[in-house]
């Protein structure tokens, strides 16, 4: 079983920066591909960043060149980045990890993602 431990939310203001991390307690081989959805109030929850984790990432439009996502392959923790904080990014964030090699054009599909994190808050403040 696949655990992912997030950390690192809390409160920031308007064009501020927090880092998330997430910790996925796993054999390497069952977190092949990891990233990061969000949940904001009354919103259904929406992609954010994925990466396989010996590849490139991939963003979200709304998040493109504010935010970054890396990973420590070592560790098995990927660090989302998050820089120019806007209110609009309120939310929930969540850590997603796939047993897959997902492609890109999967990325952003959350039945993809076998795994989930319990969530972390963001909150940006005007």
């Known amino acids: 079983q696949v655990q992912l431990v997030e950390s690192g939310g809390g409160l920031a203001e308007t064009g501020g920066s927090l880092r998330l991390s997430c910790a996925a307690s796993?054999?390497?081989?069952?977190?092949?591909?990891m990233g990061w959805f969000r949940q904001a109030p009354g919103k259904e929850r929406s992609f954010v960043a994925a990466m396989r984790i010996w590849g490139s990432p991939n963003y979200a439009n709304s998040v493109k060149g504010r935010f970054t996502l890396t990973a420590d392959r070592a560790k098995n923790i990927v660090y989302l980045q998050m820089d120019r904080l806007t209110p609009d990014d309120t939310a929930v964030y969540y850590c997603?990890?796939?047993?897959?090699?997902?492609?890109?054009?999967?990325?952003?599909?959350?039945?993809?993602?076998?795994?989930w994190g319990q969530g972390t808050q963001v909150t940006i403040s005007n």
């Open positions: 796993v054999p390497t081989a069952r977190a092949n591909t």
């Open positions: 997603a990890a796939s047993s897959s090699n997902l492609i890109s054009s999967s990325m952003g599909t959350q039945s993809a993602y076998d795994y």
